[in-house]
């Protein structure tokens, strides 16, 4: 359970809140390849793909992108 409350953030905004586009990027600034989602669906604006950043700093993992 612990864990689970450590991930919720991080979830909402990579799943629920940003979607594919939340998703692809949370997978670049962990050294993954995300990419840049297709069209019709945008990239994410440097502010938030900021927020997911530190989000997953906060859990003390690795940002590599």
Do not use: M, N, Y
Not at 15 to 27: E, M, S
Not at 35 to 64: F, T
């Amino acid at each position: 359970r612990q864990l689970q409350r450590q991930l919720h953030t991080l979830a909402l905004s990579v799943g629920t809140l940003h979607g594919v586009a939340g998703f692809k990027a949370a997978l670049d600034l962990l050294g993954l390849r995300g990419g840049a989602p297709r069209e019709p669906l945008a990239s994410l604006a440097p502010a938030v793909v900021a927020e997911i950043r530190q989000q997953i700093v906060d859990l003390g993992l690795p940002v590599r992108g």
